[in-house]
């Protein structure tokens, strides 16, 4: 006790010698720090797949986000495991995130939780999602909350949930995909760096062809590989703008093992930064790539808690 009151008066007592100009000198510097962790943008990251560990990799695109690109970012996790479907604490985050990126599979989360990502996409904001956001939701039928089986279409221009009219299905657990930049946007923001072909351990989803929606544009077309059935070229990466105004950034990618290609995570690091509308990295200059991050997640496929 008489140590820690006598580093109390020491503490007071240098606080006391400073000279008004310092101590305003120092207030200033911790207000200009405290701006500077202000203007950073804030990225907040929505999990909850089945299958795909986006819990896993996406975690790590965040810390290099934080370590190398300037950025704050906060993620979500659905509780207490990746099958909880019906909670996702912290969604309030929304209300003050620049980005929601999200990567959802089949969740039937309460009224007041999905009211936090309503809230986000009334206010015009950027989204971003990966692969099974397509089918993020999966009320029945006779719930009030169905319309969210389509947020996906609403959200980001894909098809409205699996299957159904949209037909939105995959080629096969055993095929992969090659991917290839469409010659017609290879000067877009989001592809700056990314090599004109890469292959990718995502099956390709059918998204044709219907979806994506009017008016996106189509960065990156998919060619089956060793497809389980008859396949078509479909797009993999587009941008779009949603209803209320919102930059839509959507790749249907994102098996664990994508996240392990350079390219693919080239793809995302631009495509935040383009929705943010921060200039991309480039490959050289204080404003560059800083190189690939060792991300090694495996593929987890689905498993019961």
């Known amino acids: 006790m008489k ?14 010698a400073l000279s008004p100009l310092t101590m305003v000198s120092a207030i200033a510097s911790r207000a ?45 996790k659905a ?27 089949w969740r039937l989360l309460p009224n007041e939780q999905l009211n936090y990502i309503d809230d986000y996409l009334k206010s015009g904001k950027p989204v971003m999602g990966f ?57 877009h923001p989001v592809l700056t760096g990314i090599d004109p072909a890469f292959h990718a351990s995502s099956w390709l989803y059918h998204v044709l062809p219907n979806h994506p929606a009017k008016g996106s544009t189509l960065l990156l077309m998919g060619k089956a590989v060793k497809p389980e059935r008859p396949a078509i070229d479909n ?12 930059k839509t950034f959507f790749t249907t990618l994102g098996h664990p093992e994508d996240f392990q290609v350079e390219s693919f995570q080239r793809l995302v690091v631009n495509a935040i930064h383009w929705e943010l509308g921060k200039p991309v990295p480039k490959n050289r200059g204080a404003n560059r790539w800083k190189g690939k991050v060792a991300i090694n997640v495996p593929y987890r496929g689905i498993v019961k808690s």
């Open 131 to 187: 692969r099974t956001t397509t089918h993020a939701f999966n009320f029945p039928a006779d719930d009030d909350r169905k319309r969210w089986n389509a947020f996906g279409e609403f959200a980001f221009g894909s098809p409205p949930g699996w299957g159904g009219a949209a037909k939105h299905t995959h080629y096969g657990h055993t095929s992969t995909t090659d991917v290839t930049i469409i010659p017609e946007q290879a000067k």
């Open 79 to 105: 509780y207490p495991d990746q099958n909880s479907e019906k909670d996702l604490p912290g969604l309030e985050g929304l209300k003050d995130a620049d980005l929601a990126v999200f990567f959802l599979r």
């Open 235 to 246: 797009p993999v990466a587009w941008t779009w703008t949603n209803e209320w105004g919102g």
């Open 32 to 76: 200009e720090g405290a701006g500077k962790t202000a203007t950073k943008p804030l990225v907040v990251f929505v999990t909850g797949d089945h299958e795909y560990g986006g819990e896993q990799t996406l975690p790590l695109i965040a810390a290099e986000l934080e370590k190398n690109y300037g950025m704050r970012t906060k993620v979500l």
């Open 3 to 16: 140590t820690n009151r006598r580093s109390f008066l020491q503490h007071s007592a240098s606080l006391l």
